[in-house]
């Protein structure tokens, strides 16, 4: 089981009190953006997304909005399981736009790498996993269900240094898997 009591420095909050949960973007037409649809998101624990240049007129109505920075989580199953989910940068002018199938949330006060690694730990995904709406094939975990999970907030430079842990760690796993 998980350890309850947290570090004095830390605080268990909830995600809706930290994130913002799908932030619109307001662009001019004729700028160009990137467009990520679900296909061009890696699943495990890499970081990896691919997105394809797109004129944000073509994709601001009808899918889901992000920007430079921004953390999104797949919110159907399996995608979700199988931790479909990036921050995303590089973004042409620091915009985008994906699949409807997708969370995305903003922090001031949360590092990326911290909350992409929470997004993808076991602990997110089975408060999740039971509760699936929607047809076969086609299931869910909504909005109201995600923002009521609790967040271990620890000060920045404590995420930091996690975020350097987790780093470190799968480099070491990135060397064993390639000498084996």
């Known amino acids: 089981g998980h350890y309850e009591n947290l570090p004095d420095s830390w605080c268990l909050t909830d995600i809706k009190s930290i994130f913002t949960i799908n932030p ?5 037409d004729d700028v160009i953006a990137g467009f990520v ?3 061009n998101i890696a699943d495990g624990y890499s970081n990896e997304f691919r997105f394809e240049p797109r004129l944000w007129g073509d994709i601001k109505k009808g899918f889901t909005h992000f920007a430079e920075g921004d953390i999104v989580v797949a919110k159907i199953s399996p995608c979700l399981e199988n931790r479909k989910s990036a921050i995303v940068t ?9 699949t409807t199938e ?10 990326p790498e911290y909350g992409l690694y929470f997004f ?37 430079s404590e995420q930091k240094r996690i975020v350097d842990a ?15």
Do not use: W, Y
């Open 120 to 156: 993808k730990s076991d602990l997110f995904i089975s408060h999740c996993v039971g509760t699936f709406n929607g047809v076969v094939g086609q299931q869910r975990v909504s909005k109201s269900i995600i923002e009521c999970i609790k967040f271990p907030l620890p000060p920045l």
């Open 166 to 180: 987790v780093h470190t760690a799968i480099a070491k796993l990135d060397t064993i898997m390639e000498s084996l």
């Open 102 to 111: 997708l969370f995305v949330f903003r922090s001031q006060c949360v590092l």
């Open 90 to 98: 590089s973004l042409p002018n620091g915009i985008g736009a994906g």
């Open 24 to 28: 619109k973007n307001k662009v001019l």
């Open 37 to 39: 649809p679900m296909t």
